[in-house]
């Protein structure tokens, strides 16, 4: 197909350089037509449009006067291919041997040479180009073509293009780099006023929202700025109607970059920002996306939502390059925002582990750090802790503390009542405010089930996430008694922790309370006296030191009372025959010299399990809590 690319509007000049520079306007000649690279599905198309993103096409460049008259040999759409620079035949021969893109973007000039060696020597010729990517041939005046050149170049997808008279090579070449260079030049030049309009909201730390107005004013549009999460942190619309469903375009632009079809981390910085079509209820809504990179890392996206469909190019070319630099911006001040709620975070965390560990050097310290963080210390308290919430140990695991803590002082907040949420190892602290904690009038009924209300209600948050990345699982919640003050506080965190370990080793699936477990909280004051611990070896050795040589003796034996003295059930428990089991806790017997079919001897081994126990769990708590003791 020959096509006349000549055109009357342009400006003539003798050497082509003032038709160059007058045609180089980088936002008024954006291609639309076969670079446009669509993609289906999820309702959405994608596209790559204005010069941000095509600095010079072949098309762009047949416009110039320069070229007027050319005699052009290409398929409908292989006149959007790229053009940066120009090389001979000689050079781009031997540029080829590099790679199959050695010569993307590269306009090769050929010579008399190509045609010396008929059409095999030239289809080998030409098949090295196009195998390297060239983006056409251009034979200059006066070089005559043989009939046969048109028909190969095109069976090799190469643009031929046949110059006018007095279209050299070397005012070719001056020609495509002026443009490039100029283009270049006005879009850095756009790129700096913009870098200087947002440099002026950072540096006043005025926020995301400030930075989106500031960019909606300078597109003239309405614009988004998602998170990681691809959660909306700001939303900017110049007029009421602008954008006719927010909602919607969020979820299919959501839908867009999961999908993957908005690069995430783009290689080329010069081609961050891409120009997307979404499909929505009541028609197509075009939108320029941009992620913020910073540090190889995404940090959330920048989306320019353009009120015209078709958007108009130069507009378009625009908010490509105002994208980009909003992206890198924006990215800024997220970072920014998350390192002085992490300072914040750390000063809550290290306040609530001063209280809970009773690290204060002086009152007035205590007094001085509780005023900062609004906390009164004279109020009623109580600890809520959980474990397998999250995994320490994992990246996975730090965004999800990150999330559980928010979800922890948000959970069941008034004005009035104060929560504190902070990691201690693998646990998640609560310091949740239960009262006023004054003397008189004080209900500690009332305290207690504010304390229960609020842990069942951290429960239902913790087990919908549980199983989740970062997660331990399973969730266990227990709490402390109720306290006033410091002191107070510090023994319900104590608490809450003997409740904690004491749930995991009794199996108990639900939340527990300090104060719940009546006989066990009682026998914990038991457990710290020397003849109660010597009482519970006595007791617990022998059948300890049995099981040694003959198996599971004691495990037989602490299955047979927790199940009531009732064989069949600890038959079935333990996964034994019941004359197994009744082998064994004959032996158990002649050990302890007790029947264990009496009630009281059964009570006997219970209670010495159960102190023994409790005495672990408080020592490894008190090693935990105080390690210096």
């Not at 959501?254 to 010069?270: H, L, M, S, Y």
């Not at 925002?337 to 002086?362: C, P, Y």
């Not at 949740?432 to 904690?437: F, T």
């Not at 199940?563 to 197994?580: C, I, K, P």
């Amino acid at each position: 197909m020959t096509v006349n690319a000549s055109r009357e509007d342009g400006v003539t000049d003798d050497a082509g350089r003032a038709g160059s520079l007058a045609s180089t306007d980088a936002f008024s000649h954006a291609s639309d037509g076969g670079g446009c690279a669509e993609r289906g599905g999820a309702g959405l198309e994608q596209r790559e449009v204005g010069d941000v993103h095509e600095p010079l096409t072949l098309r762009v460049l047949l416009e110039e006067p320069l070229l007027r008259g050319s005699q052009v040999h290409a398929g409908p759409d292989d006149l959007d291919c790229r053009v940066d620079w120009c090389l001979p035949l000689s050079e781009a021969r031997a540029e080829a041997l590099n790679g199959p893109e050695s010569l993307n973007g590269v306009a090769v000039v050929g010579a008399a040479e190509l045609f010396e060696t008929g059409p095999e020597g030239a289809a080998d010729t030409l098949g090295r180009l196009a195998g390297a990517g060239a983006s056409a041939l251009v034979l200059p005046a006066p070089l005559s073509c043989p009939e046969w050149v048109g028909p190969l170049a095109a069976d090799f997808r190469i643009p031929l293009v046949l110059l006018p008279e007095g279209a050299t090579f070397r005012r070719l070449s001056r020609l495509v780099g002026e443009k490039s260079l100029t283009r270049d030049a006005h879009v850095l030049a756009y790129g700096l006023s913009v870098q200087r309009e947002l440099a002026d909201v950072l540096y006043r730390g005025a926020g995301l929202s400030a930075m989106a107005r500031r960019v909606a004013r300078l597109s003239g549009r309405p614009i988004f700025v998602l998170g990681t999460q691809l959660d909306v942190l700001a939303y900017e619309s110049l007029g009421a109607g602008a954008v006719p469903d927010p909602d919607e375009l969020v979820r299919t632009l959501q839908e867009a970059i999961n999908a993957g079809r908005v690069d995430p981390v783009p290689r080329d910085r010069n081609q961050a920002s891409t120009l997307v079509q979404l499909r929505l209820e009541h028609g197509v809504v075009s939108c320029v996306v941009a992620p913020m990179v910073l540090g190889g890392a995404t940090y959330g996206w920048v989306a320019i939502v353009e009120l015209d469909e078709p958007p108009h190019r130069h507009d378009v070319a625009q908010h490509l390059v105002l994208a980009q630099e909003a992206a890198m911006t924006a990215g800024s001040e997220i970072l920014r925002l998350r390192s002085v709620e992490e300072a914040q975070e750390r000063a809550r965390g290290d306040f609530v582990h001063a209280l809970l560990h009773e690290r204060f050097s002086s009152p007035h310290e205590l007094a001085s750090r509780a005023t900062f963080h609004e906390f009164d210390v004279t109020a009623s308290y109580a600890v809520v802790v959980a474990g397998g919430a999250f995994d320490p140990a994992t990246a996975d695991g730090v965004a999800q503390l990150r999330r559980l803590l928010a979800k922890a002082e948000q959970l069941e907040s008034t004005p009035r009542m104060n929560t504190m949420a902070t990691p201690v190892g693998d646990l998640l602290v609560v310091v949740r405010q239960v009262g006023p904690g004054r003397t008189r009038g004080r209900d500690s009924a009332r305290e207690h089930a504010a304390a229960r209300n609020y842990a069942a209600a951290l429960e239902s948050q913790l087990v919908t996430a549980d199983g989740a990345p970062g997660t331990r699982g399973p969730v266990r919640i227990a709490y402390g008694r109720p306290g006033v003050g410091q002191p107070g506080l510090v023994r319900s965190y104590r608490e809450a922790r003997v409740a904690l370990e004491i749930s995991a080793r009794v199996r108990r699936e639900s939340v527990a309370g300090y104060a719940d477990l009546r006989v066990l909280a009682i026998l914990s004051e038991l457990a710290h006296r020397p003849d109660a611990v010597a009482f519970a070896d006595e007791i617990l050795d022998p059948l300890r030191r049995h099981g040694r040589q003959n198996g599971d003796l004691l495990s037989v034996v602490l299955a047979y009372v927790a199940n009531g003295g009732n064989l069949n059930a600890t038959s079935r428990e333990v996964f034994m025959h019941r004359n197994t089991v009744l082998y064994k806790l004959d032996k158990a017997a002649q050990l302890l010299g007790m029947d264990l079919r009496l009630a009281e001897n059964l009570f006997t081994v219970w209670l010495a399990q159960n102190i023994q126990m409790l005495s672990e769990v408080e020592a490894a708590v008190d090693r935990e809590i105080n390690p210096a003791t």
